[in-house]
Every structure is written in structure tokens, then in C-alpha cells.
């Protein structure tokens, strides 16, 4: 049920909003739910805490077409 996984995914970034996991894990739902725009955020704010993290670039690449470096 990906509206329930946004629901608290949403409630666990504001609890923890300097946790790259669970923005990467909110991006992710949205993918699956085609709100491209708001993966994209998500996946920006993960990137934030999580610079180095090859994963999250690549799915940001993937998203805004980009290809990674």
C-alpha cells in the first residue's frame, strides 16, 4: 500500500530529517507511484546528507536524465 508506506515515510522524515535512508526510501515509493517531481525531491534531500552515496545518484540521474559521470 504505497499511500500507508508514504504516510509514515513522511512521519519518519520529520522525526529524522537528516536520515538519507528514509528520504531515499520515500523517493522511492513515489517512483512507484509516478510522482516523478516529488521522488526527485526526496532523492535531492537524501543526497544532502549522503553525498558520496553512488545509489542515490544513480537514481537521480535516472530520473532527471542525466547520466552519471
Sequence with gaps: NYDEAIR???QASEALPED????EHLGDVYVKMGLLNEAIAAYEQ???FSPDSETL?????ELTGRKAP
Excluded at 538519507?20 to 528520504?23: F, K, L, Q, R
Excluded at 545518484?57 to 540521474?61: A, C, T, V
Design 8 to 10: 509514515y515515510l513522511k
Design 20 to 23: 538519507p535512508a528514509i528520504s
Design 46 to 48: 537524501a543526497i544532502r
Design 57 to 61: 545518484k544513480r537514481k537521480l540521474d
